[in-house]
């Protein structure tokens, strides 16, 4: 017979085998709730048929890591038939989130990305408040960089008041309202502040006044004390060496900046003798893959794209740097930079990147900067980069390390949760 939980988090986001980091960032904070207190812990996501219809960018499925007991992952059916032409897959969510929401058990319920989840749950509490049936739900919406520059900017470019207002009003509707930085903060109230001033409405007010910060959770145990003897074994199967090679590791887009790191790549005396690993997926793949093959360096750039969780770690610590050349294009602004932190954490060669968007707010002052679409400022850096000292090259990490500490899934939990006054009681004892 079945234990009834006690307390309930819910999860709504793109959960794994998307690779986004918003993705690990859901898990690690159902890993977290765990630790915390939560009895029960349900992530609800997306059909896996579903997520490989959309062209999203996504990890092999036999090398998902598995999620702790206790954590329970729901894909929920799309609910009609072909008569329905959109919208099916988010009605199964819906769907499911009211039964989650009225069976009795007291929920916190986290969307990550606005649109659609935090949509589905303002949508959800209210159907479940008008059955009449008990409700005790408390939500909390986190906006990332995407909810502004893919959907809210756009609705405000093109002039579509009523779709922004659908995002702004569900966002506002949930009891806490964050950000996963300032500048994703900064991002929606410039954004509500237009719509306001088109249409007399007061969106941003109320955005200035209830979005708080929450940064992304990252398990940082994964990225500290890595044994050097694992390191070797995952650098050996992949054919790699230690300080061997300039490292890239995130989604391939052209925000990411991939092919200025390529062309600086060509332009740096150490391309002579590092290779150019290039880890990740994206629309861009096949784009970045043909001008990698024109370089005059092509044998020595090596793309892989079946790299799992458990490999990134050592693999991030075995390079001699780390690039990430973000430059902010209409479709996606580096809003936080998920993969800078965990570089950071993993130790490894220097990080080299951009003052785009959130990224300060990421690195802070411990990573080398370089302008966007500077191929040769970035081959001047690696070269920089390479050029550090063994002891100063260790102090750097050891500072950067430290600074990336701030984001520890238990840490982020706390404040979060916290500041949301719904930890549980265990946790706050």
Not at 121 to 147: C, F, K, M, Q, Y
Not at 343 to 368: C, P
């Amino acid at each position: 017979m079945s234990t009834r939980p006690r307390n309930r988090l819910v999860i709504v986001n793109r959960a794994d085998p998307v690779i986004c980091g918003h993705s690990v960032e859901g898990r690690n904070l159902a890993e977290a709730a765990l630790a915390h207190g939560y009895d029960e812990v349900r992530i609800v996501t997306w059909p896996v048929e579903r997520l490989e219809s959309t062209g999203l960018p996504l990890k092999p499925l036999d090398r998902v890591l598995p999620y702790s007991d206790g954590i329970i992952v729901e894909r929920p059916e799309p609910v009609g038939d072909y008569k329905v032409p959109d919208g099916r897959y988010l009605a199964g969510i819906t769907g499911r989130l009211i039964e989650l929401f009225t069976d009795g058990v007291p929920t916190v319920c986290l969307s990550l990305y606005l649109s659609p989840h935090t949509v589905a749950v303002a949508d959800a509490v209210r159907a479940a408040w008008s059955t009449g049936l008990p409700v005790n739900v408390t939500t909390i919406a986190e906006a990332v960089g995407s909810d502004v520059t893919n959907v809210v900017r756009t609705c405000v470019d093109e002039g579509r008041f009523g779709a922004a207002a659908h995002v702004l009003s569900s966002y506002l509707s949930q009891d806490h309202c964050v950000a996963v930085s300032e500048y994703t903060r900064d991002l929606i109230i410039t954004a509500a502040a237009e719509v306001d001033a088109c249409h007399g409405t007061r969106f941003a007010q109320q955005c200035r006044e209830r979005i708080r910060i929450s940064y992304p959770a990252i398990d940082t145990a994964e990225y500290i004390d890595l044994d050097p003897a694992h390191i070797d074994d995952v650098l050996a199967a992949r054919g790699l060496e230690r300080d061997g090679y300039v490292l890239f590791l995130s989604r391939l887009t052209k925000a990411k900046g991939v092919d200025d790191l390529i062309a600086a790549f060509e332009r740096t005396p150490a391309g002579e003798r590092l290779r150019l690993v290039i880890i990740g997926r994206g629309p861009e793949s096949d784009a970045l893959r043909r001008l990698a093959a024109a370089s005059p360096r092509a044998d020595r750039i090596v793309f892989l794209d079946d790299v799992d969780d458990a490999e990134k770690p050592a693999l991030m610590a075995g390079c001699a740097a780390y690039v990430l050349p973000s430059k902010p294009r209409p479709e996606f602004v580096e809003t936080f930079g998920i993969a800078l932190a965990e570089q950071m954490l993993a130790g490894g060669g220097a990080v080299i990147t951009t003052d785009t968007g959130g990224i300060r707010e990421a690195v802070g002052d411990h990573a080398m900067i370089v302008p966007v679409d500077d191929p040769d400022a970035i081959a001047a850096a690696i070269d920089a980069a390479l050029a550090l000292e063994p002891a100063e090259r260790a102090a750097r990490a050891a500072r950067a390390r430290a600074h990336a500490l701030q984001f520890e899934r238990s840490v982020v939990f706390e404040r979060l949760f916290g500041g949301a006054g719904v930890l549980p009681a265990a946790a706050r004892s």
